[in-house]
């Protein structure tokens, strides 16, 4: 059974920096697409990243230029380097993956991190 754990979480300052990583475990392959998503209080969950096995990555207008999502796909495992974080970035992050399993072709996610960001 797949499984996917994130970490890196926190508290940090406004104009601070955080990285997650999402590692999967269990037999999980061809990971078409890795993505990190958001939730807010009080607010839908939202897509932040995602990157293709291709390299070709989309960001969220709210966090283009100080954050990059990367993965490594021998280890099947996405990173979101966030970088001169504001208060509005506070949320729980889940990571989100796209591929092959026993179980066919599906999503999974994580559990979620908590990202606060204190003025």
């Known amino acids: 059974q797949v499984q996917l754990v994130e970490s890196g979480g926190g508290l940090v300052q406004s104009g601070g920096s955080l990285r997650l990583s999402c590692a999967a475990s269990?037999?999980?392959?061809?990971?078409?697409?890795m993505g990190w998503y958001r939730r807010a209080p009080g607010k839908q969950r939202e897509l932040v990243a995602d990157?293709?096995?291709?390299?070709?990555?989309d960001y969220a207008d709210s966090v283009k230029g100080r954050f990059t999502i990367s993965r490594d796909n021998a280890v099947n495992m996405v990173y979101l380097q966030m970088n001169s974080l504001k208060a509005d970035d506070t949320a729980v992050y889940y990571c989100?993956?796209?591929?092959?399993?026993?179980?066919?072709?599906?999503?999974?996610w994580g559990q979620g991190t908590q990202v606060t960001v204190s003025l």
């Open positions: 990157i293709r096995e291709s390299g070709r990555t």
């Open positions: 989100q993956m796209h591929g092959w399993s026993s179980a066919g072709y599906r999503d999974y």
């Open positions: 269990g037999s999980i392959w061809n990971v078409n697409v």
